[in-house]
């Protein structure tokens, strides 16, 4: 069935460091691929996606690209800040199920 | 534009008990999906609906169920409350029901079974 593997965090970083957040998944068709994020006590928002292989999207300094070969979906950005703190979910909507897989999420926390 | 608005916004009932949640799409879109979040977990998928049909169910049991109505406003409903169905319900709409759509989400209602 389709599953997202999610990188187990807490992570912490100081801030303008360099963040990666790896994701990948399985699928049984041709997934689109989506990053959310949740800041503390709010629901969920959209961050970036990619519909189809080699797809790079991005978004507030946040890239991502759809990596068929390697079934992955790695979340990066060059320099984070402390508004940047917040739970990443990495998500897939499979071609056969309108409905998102979500990953369990990762708690990223910026330290001035 | 109004996002998706969700209602209560809170909630506490009690084991055996009965819940009503309700989420408004926003404008033109047609779709709405509801998803379980439990503490610490990512969102699981429970119902979505497109023109008012059911055209997706997740893995719950029947004491979950949903409609959506004519002006696309849903309804999730779950019958005899148990402790672990305590968690933030997320509503979210699309504009139509394809993968490859973008669902919006609701701040969400989290319910609390005592």
């Known amino acids: 069935g389709d599953s997202v593997t999610q990188m187990e965090g807490p992570v912490t970083l100081s801030e303008e460091a360099f963040l990666t957040i790896n994701c990948t998944y399985t699928?049984?068709?041709?997934?689109?691929l989506f990053w959310y994020v949740q800041y503390p006590g709010e629901g969920l928002q959209l961050l970036l996606k990619a519909t189809k292989a080699d797809d790079k999207g991005s978004n507030k300094g946040f890239e991502a690209t759809y990596r068929k070969e390697t079934t992955s979906f790695h979340l990066e950005k060059g320099s984070v800040q402390v508004s940047d703190s917040a739970v990443y979910f990495c998500a897939l909507s499979d071609v056969w199920a309108n409905n998102l897989f979500f990953g369990t999420g990762t708690r990223l926390t910026v330290i001035p | 534009d109004a996002g998706v608005t969700q209602s209560p916004t809170h909630l506490i009932k009690t084991r055996g008990q009965q819940v009503t949640l309700r989420c408004s799409p926003i404008?033109?879109?047609?779709?709405v999906s509801w998803y379980q979040q439990v503490l610490g977990q990512g969102p699981q998928f429970i119902f979505q609906y497109y023109e008012k049909e059911e055209r997706g169910r997740g893995n719950f049991p029947d004491r979950f169920s949903a409609r959506q109505f004519p002006n696309y406003s849903s309804e999730l409903n779950v019958n005899a409350l148990l402790l672990g169905d305590s968690a933030l319900y997320l509503c979210?709409?699309?504009?139509?029901?394809?993968?490859?759509?973008?669902?919006?989400f609701g701040p969400g209602t989290r319910l609390l079974v005592l």
């Open positions: 404008s033109g879109h047609k779709s």
């Open positions: 979210a709409s699309s504009r139509l029901a394809g993968s490859q759509e973008t669902q919006y």
């Open positions: 699928a049984t068709g041709y997934p689109s």
